[in-house]
């Protein structure tokens, strides 16, 4: 069982403390599906609302590939009174994974046995490793049920596993959103050229590097970021929101569109110094206007939606960690609820073996799909839906792309109110005597890991 801790065991790590309000704790000894084990295994996480005597009003809520625990961040509009995630009524829980920057056991974290950090030697994690280190963490707090796990994205991988990981009866139902039950060539092949992105850099130095904003490998973490972004989102969503305007930093004496009161990072992403082969001639300030841009091109965008994939670069770049990123997506390729579990003779995408498997899977699934998803495909919800036991598909219209289930908040609202509601009416028939009174962080000042922005 993991010790639940009143100090943050990683204090070296400048990536946790941005997460406010974080708790954590130590599992001694956690054996991973790898066979490596970690000693003294930091896990961070965020609770609201308390447990009712019978410990089992408890929402198990995971996060993205780059969120964290705070779910308050990331889908601010669903927390609170009255709201999806009520505190008032369940006993909220939200883990970090194993491999992120904000907490839990890391690249960042030091390894016990050599007095460093882990850096690219941290051993590799999978999905199924973070929900028996998450239920370790569940022990300590005394839950002895879970009513419902919901996520999207990679937390919905991480909703699937847990039925699937955990005793059966030991949770109740699923909500998983915009997910898939193994990740696809396609989004294995974005992944690989992302992380391609970040090998290039030569600061990476096959990991080695001082893991702050300002010593990792920035380039190469930046332009992962926009590949990534281009998953995210959709051309409807683009075009529509960008065309081909101008950057809002531009002159409105050229005519265009006057600058936003809202502060813009600098737009152009920070380069690696790489010597050159001879002698540098004296920099002018003509060149630098045109450094890292071609010969005879501006360094600023011309275009809006540039604008938007560089800032996204730059605010990345200060929040996350390039040895994290590289590991938390090569966990995501190697998702596959029916691995190890299915019969050696059944062929990849076997319906039947996939049906076999998710049977034990609590009836009644709700799978919630983006209409314009092209990272999860609505295919890819269709399939579960078909092969969970008595499952619902519901769509998200939007035209956000995968990105939708971090920023349709009435649609989501309803459907996961409406399901917990159905499911559990006598958790609302009484409160748990919260006093809670935290506004969510996402409404305060805007996501740091989540798509409500200012740009």
């Not at 070296?12 to 054996?31: M, S």
């Not at 370790?136 to 996520?151: C, E, F, K, T």
């Not at 799909?369 to 919800?381: C, G, K, M, R, W």
């Not at 009435?410 to 459907?415: D, N, P, T």
Request: net charge negative.
């Amino acid at each position: 069982m993991a010790t639940l801790l009143d100090y943050n065991p990683n204090p070296q790590n400048v990536y946790a403390d941005l997460i406010q309000g974080q708790k954590f704790a130590l599992i001694p000894r956690l054996c991973l599906d790898s066979g490596e084990v970690l000693e003294s295994c930091p896990v961070a996480y965020k609770t609201w609302g308390q447990l009712n005597e019978s410990c089992d009003n408890v929402l198990v809520l995971c996060h993205a590939l780059t969120g964290s625990s705070d779910v308050s961040d990331w889908w601010s509009s669903l927390v609170g009174y009255g709201k999806a995630f009520d505190p008032a009524h369940f006993f909220i829980f939200c883990g970090n994974v194993l491999g992120s920057p904000y907490g839990s056991a890391s690249p960042l974290t030091i390894d016990p046995r050599t007095g460093m950090r882990y850096a690219s030697d941290f051993p590799q994690t999978t999905v199924r490793d973070d929900v028996r280190a998450h239920k370790h963490v569940l022990d300590a707090l005394g839950v002895r049920s879970v009513a419902s796990v919901i996520g999207g994205s990679m937390g919905g991988m991480t909703t699937l596993e847990w039925p699937l990981c955990t005793a059966p009866g030991y949770v109740q139902s699923i909500i998983p959103i915009a997910t898939a039950a193994d990740h696809s060539a396609w989004g294995i092949s974005w992944a690989e050229t992302q992380r391609q992105c970040i090998y290039s850099d030569p600061r990476f130095a096959d990991g080695d590097y001082d893991p702050v904003p300002a010593g990792q490998p920035a380039a190469g973490l930046a332009a992962a970021r926009m590949v990534a972004m281009l998953t995210y989102r959709s051309c409807v969503s683009f075009d529509a929101r960008f065309g081909r305007k101008p950057p809002p930093s531009s002159s409105p004496s050229a005519g265009r569109a006057k600058p936003r009161s809202v502060p813009e990072p600098p737009l152009d992403l920070p380069r690696t110094d790489v010597p050159p082969a001879a002698p540098a001639a004296p920099k002018t300030a003509e060149r630098e206007r045109k450094k890292s841009w071609g010969a005879g091109a501006p360094r600023e965008p011309s275009f809006s939606a540039q604008g938007y994939l560089h800032y996204q670069g730059q605010k990345f770049v200060q929040r996350f960690d390039a040895n994290c990123y590289l590991h938390i997506t090569n966990k995501m390729d190697a998702h596959d609820v029916t691995l190890g579990r299915r019969e050696p003779q059944s062929a990849d995408h076997d319906a039947a073996a996939l049906r076999e498997v998710l049977s034990r899977v609590p009836s009644g699934a709700l799978v919630v799909s983006v209409e314009t998803d092209a990272l999860f495909l609505p295919e890819q919800q269709e399939r579960l839906a078909a092969c969970l036991p008595d499952a619902t598909l519901a769509t998200l219209r939007s035209s956000d792309g995968h990105d939708g289930f971090l920023l349709e908040f009435e649609q989501l609202q309803a459907l996961i109110l409406g399901k917990l509601k159905r499911d559990f009416p006598h958790f609302y028939e009484a409160t748990t005597g919260t006093d809670w009174t935290e506004e969510p962080t996402g409404l305060r000042k805007g996501s740091l890991t989540g798509e409500v922005e200012a740009w």
